[in-house]
C-alpha cells in the first residue's frame, strides 16, 4: 500500500490521540476518505492496514464530526477545521473515534511452502480428537495420517487397497507404537462401498473431529463406473461428496468439526464454464466430449467442484460448527496420483527435485484441518498454508448451490437404482441420504 494511492494527508502520532494502542516511536496513523485507518511507519517508509503492536484492523464513520471541515493543500495534505471553537489541524478529528475490528481474528501467516505437516502440528495436542483421511495409504495422504496421528489423534485410514494401507498403518505405528491407527476399506470408485463404508463407521460409536477428502485419480483413460458415472467426477468429487453427506450427522454431533476438500490449483483450468455448467459436462459419460490430454481438463473441473463444495459446506453448516476449507497441495508434487499416465508419470519424476515433499504436501491439510486461527476464512482456499483467492468460477456461491443440486441428483438416481433392485421384502424402502438427511 503506498502513500500516494490513498491519497490522504497527515495524521496522528500516538501523542495526538486518545488511543490506548499507542504507536511506537516513528509511526503515524491516518484515515483514508472512505473510513479505512492505516498506519505509517516513517523510519522504513511502509504503510499497514494492522496496527503495528495489536495486529488488529480499525475503521472510523466517514463523516466529519459535526461543526468540521476539511479542505486539501497544495502540496495534497489535508487540513480540518472546527468551526465551532475556530481551530485548525493537521490530525484528522474522526481518528478519535476509531474502533477496533472484533468481528475478524487476526491471522498472521506461520508457516509456508517449505514447512512440513509435523511442524505445522508441533504445538498441537490432539489427544481425544479423531479424524478420517481418504487416500491414506500413500503420498500425501500418508503423511497427513501420519502427522496427525503422531500429535495424538486416532487416525481412520480410509484406503482402496487394504494390504497398503495396512502396510502405512504399520509404518507409523513402527515410529510411534502408541499411535492410533485403523485401516478401514473404501472404493470411491463405486458409491455402494462409500455406502457400505459409512454405515459402518456411523455404527462404530466414534466422533469425527476432522475429515481430509484427500484421495484422487488425475488423467486415467476414460472410464464408466459400475454407477454410470465417469471416473475422475466419481472418485475426486462425487463419492467423496457422498461420504461427507452420509457422515454430516456424525461430524454435527462431533463439532466443532473441520472438513477438508484437497483440490488443486488446476481448478483454474477448466473445460467448463458458467453457461456448460451442468451434469453433461461434468459427468462426461460420452467420450467424444472426454477432450484434452488424458482428461485433464476434466481434472480441472473435478478440483473445482472440491473448491466449490467447501464454499457450500461452510455456508450451510459453519453456524453449527462445521468449517470447511479447500487446499491446494502443492504443484506436481510426487505421489501416485500421476501413475495413471505415463506420460504425467515422466513429467512428474523430472519436475520431483523442484518440488515440494510429500512432507511439505501435507502441511496445509493439516493445518486447514486443526490451526484455530483460521475459522475467519471459512469455505475458502488455501496454498502454501496461506488463504489465496480462487478462481471467478470458484468464487461463485451461485455454482456452488447449482453443483450441489446436481451432485444430489445423481446421488438420489444411483440411490434408486439400489431400492428398485432391492430383493422383496427387503427393509430397503428409504434413501440412504435421507435416513442421514441434515437441514440446510
Avoid at 129 to 146: Q, W
Avoid at 197 to 203: D, E, N
Avoid at 303 to 310: D, H, I, M, Q
Wanted: charged content about 20%; glycine content about 8%.
Amino acid at each position: 500500500m503506498s502513500h500516494q494511492k490513498l491519497g490522504i494527508g497527515l495524521g496522528a502520532t500516538a501523542d495526538d490521540t486518545d488511543s490506548e494502542e499507542e504507536l511506537p516511536a516513528g509511526w503515524e496513523v491516518r484515515a483514508s476518505l472512505d473510513g479505512q485507518v492505516y498506519y505509517l511507519n516513517h523510519q522504513a517508509k511502509s504503510s499497514h492496514w494492522e496496527h503495528p503492536i495489536t495486529g488488529k484492523r480499525s475503521f472510523i464513520k466517514p463523516d466529519l464530526p459535526p461543526g468540521w471541515e476539511m479542505t486539501a493543500t497544495d502540496n495534497g495534505n489535508l487540513l480540518f477545521f472546527d468551526r465551532v471553537r475556530g481551530l485548525q489541524s493537521h490530525t484528522d478529528p474522526r481518528l478519535a473515534f476509531s474502533k477496533a475490528e472484533h468481528s475478524r481474528t487476526t491471522w498472521r501467516q506461520q508457516f509456508d511452502s517449505h514447512s512440513t505437516a509435523l511442524q505445522v502440528l508441533a504445538n498441537h495436542d490432539l489427544t481425544g480428537r479423531v479424524a478420517m483421511v481418504t487416500g491414506a495409504s500413500s503420498g500425501i495422504g500418508f503423511e497427513t495420517a501420519r502427522a496427525i496421528a503422531m500429535r495424538g489423534a486416532k487416525v481412520i485410514l480410509a484406503c482402496r487397497c487394504p494390504q497398503l494401507g495396512t502396510a502405512a498403518a504399520n509404518k507409523i505405528r513402527t515410529e510411534l507404537p502408541s499411535a492410533s491407527v485403523e485401516v478401514w476399506q473404501v472404493e470411491l470408485a463405486s458409491l455402494r462401498s462409500v455406502l457400505s463404508f459409512c454405515r459402518r463407521y456411523m455404527a462404530s460409536g466414534y466422533p469425527l473431529h476432522a475429515l481430509i477428502l484427500n484421495a484422487g485419480v488425475c488423467g486415467p483413460a476414460h472410464t464408466i463406473t459400475e454407477d454410470g458415472i465417469e471416473l475422475q467426477f466419481q472418485v475426486n468429487h462425487l463419492s467423496q461428496l457422498y461420504l461427507m453427506r452420509l457422515l454430516l450427522p456424525t461430524l454435527l454431533a462431533s463439532a466443532p468439526a473441520r472438513v477438508v476438500l484437497v483440490s488443486s490449483e488446476s481448478h483454474r483450468s477448466t473445460s467448463i464454464t458458467r453457461e456448460t455448467f451442468d451434469e453433461a459436462h461434468l459427468n462426461q459419460t460420452n467420450p467424444r466430449l472426454y477432450r484434452g490430454a488424458a482428461g485433464l481438463p476434466q481434472y480441472g473441473d473435478s478440483k473445482l467442484c472440491n473448491v466449490l463444495t467447501a464454499r457450500f459446506v461452510d455456508k450451510h453448516f459453519a453456524s453449527r460448527g462445521i468449517r470447511a476449507f479447500s487446499v491446494h497441495p502443492g504443484n506436481m508434487v510426487f505421489t501416485g496420483i500421476q501413475r495413471q499416465w505415463w506420460l504425467s508419470r515422466l513429467v512428474f519424476v523430472l519436475a520431483r527435485p523442484f518440488t515440494k515433499t510429500v512432507e511439505q504436501g501435507a502441511a496445509t491439510s493439516v493445518l486447514a484441518a486443526f490451526d484455530p486461527t483460521i475459522e475467519q476464512y471459512g469455505g475458502g482456499y488455501f496454498n502454501n498454508c496461506t488463504p489465496c483467492e480462487t478462481s471467478d468460477l470458484g468464487r461463485d456461491p451461485q455454482l456452488a448451490d447449482r453443483l450441489w443440486r446436481i451432485s444430489d441428483s445423481l446421488l438420489r438416481h444411483c440411490e434408486s437404482k439400489w431400492l428398485a433392485e432391492a430383493p422383496a421384502g427387503a427393509d430397503a424402502g428409504v434413501s440412504p441420504l435421507d435416513e442421514c438427511a441434515v437441514d440446510l
